[in-house]
């Protein structure tokens, strides 16, 4: 994914780290480096997924602006983490 690699190449790591994809909610998850880094940039993200990816407790996690379902799920993101994983870094493109 284009996007993927410009967000790998952004926070400065290596192209080469082990990507798993996996499906979460319907949604498609790119884990990268066990955790080092999660990103999701499908549409209709909604709690259930932000939950989900918050439990991985990632080191930093990234979304698409524009794929929230709905703009509560946007507003929540920050809480949610802060909730479930307080340590991950959050980053909306």
């Not at 990268?32 to 940039?41: G, R, S």
């Not at 602006?65 to 307080?86: A, Q, T, V």
Request: hydrophobic share 45%; charged share 25%.
């Amino acid at each position: 994914d284009d996007l993927l690699t410009q967000v790998i190449l952004n926070l400065g790591l290596a192209l080469n780290l082990p990507i798993e994809q996996k499906k979460m909610h319907g949604n498609s998850v790119f884990i990268v480096q066990t955790n080092a880094l999660v990103a999701c940039f499908d549409d209709n993200i909604n709690i259930k997924i932000i939950d989900e990816i918050a439990q991985l407790q990632p080191f930093r996690v990234v979304f698409k602006d524009g794929g929230f379902s709905e703009s509560k799920d946007r507003i929540n993101l920050e809480e949610r983490f802060k909730r479930l994983s307080p340590e991950t870094l959050i980053t909306v493109i």
